[in-house]
């Protein structure tokens, strides 16, 4: 049987972790891979498509923003999340094919 695969992108551990803890816990049956950089994430998006990706925006390590219309237009049918700090979500990810769009600074009633 096949499990669905999820990718939690995140250049902070321990909010990664947290996802992919929350994640694990809705999703019990799914295969979670983890991405430290932008290009993990992409590696791993292409080695399988996935049926979520879980993105942050921005990666302080390697200062690269994620293009949320290339995730879209390589990954059309993969649940695409973005978990950011970046607080600007209609300019920077909803008209671009996000599905929904959280500050990683939000409180539960920001999310859109």
């Not at 947290?18 to 999703?27: D, F, P």
């Not at 390589?74 to 695409?80: G, I, K, Q, R």
Request: include cysteine; aromatic fraction near 6%; proline fraction near 5%.
């Amino acid at each position: 049987m096949a499990h669905d695969l999820f990718i939690v992108a995140d250049d902070h551990p321990l909010f990664r972790d947290g996802l992919v803890r929350l994640l694990a816990q809705g999703r019990p049956d799914a295969v979670i891979e983890e991405a430290a950089t932008l290009d993990e994430a992409l590696r791993l998006a292409r080695s399988q498509r996935p049926a979520g990706i879980l993105l942050d925006l921005m990666y302080s390590s390697d200062n690269q923003w994620a293009s949320i219309t290339d995730w879209r237009q390589e990954f059309p049918a993969s649940l695409l999340v973005v978990v950011s700090m970046c607080e600007d979500p209609l300019v920077a990810v909803l008209p671009k094919g996000c599905l929904l769009y959280t500050s990683d600074a939000a409180d539960e009633e920001d999310s859109v």
